[in-house]
């Protein structure tokens, strides 16, 4: 779905790509940055790993936010083809309350994206876009 939403922000404007927008974290370019970011964030935190925010300069373009969501991606999609049911209950301890398990923040970033989609549709609409449907039925994604 995500990519569905890259490819529909490659028919925006730049105007409309930067605008700064109600909610969110300001436009709908910054919002696909959070995203991205968030997901690969955690996923480096809960294995111990550094993570540094990538912050959206004003020389950024959509193509470098897709390139960087492919480099995110391969990194992100390594840890959950390697999820192991015993990492569902294992607790992440960064050394400040609250202690979650990696099942509840994995739990997290889903409803994280799902929010995000939810305002990057109303926005589409605003524009007088359709969005990309959130619906994952039909989209066999136990067999990708």
């Known amino acids: 779905m995500r990519s569905e939403w890259l490819n529909w922000c490659e028919t925006l404007s730049e105007a409309e790509l930067l605008a700064p927008q109600v909610g969110g974290v300001g436009s709908i370019a910054k919002t696909m940055l959070h995203i991205i970011d968030v997901e690969w964030s955690w996923i480096r935190r809960i294995q111990g790993q550094s993570d540094e925010e990538y912050q959206l300069g004003s020389e950024d373009s959509l193509e470098q936010i897709i390139q960087l ?27 400040h309350p ?10 997290h970033l889903i409803a994280h994206e799902i929010h995000h989609i939810g305002q990057l549709s109303v926005w589409a609409r605003q524009l007088g876009y359709e969005p990309i449907s959130a619906n994952v039925i039909g989209r066999n994604l136990l067999e990708k």
Request: glycine residues 6%; negative net charge.
């Open 69 to 95: 969501n492919h480099r995110y991606h391969n990194e992100v999609k390594a840890f959950v083809d390697a999820w192991e049911p015993e990492w569902e209950k294992r607790l992440y301890d960064d050394g």
């Open 98 to 107: 609250p202690f979650d398990r990696w099942g509840e923040i994995m739990r």
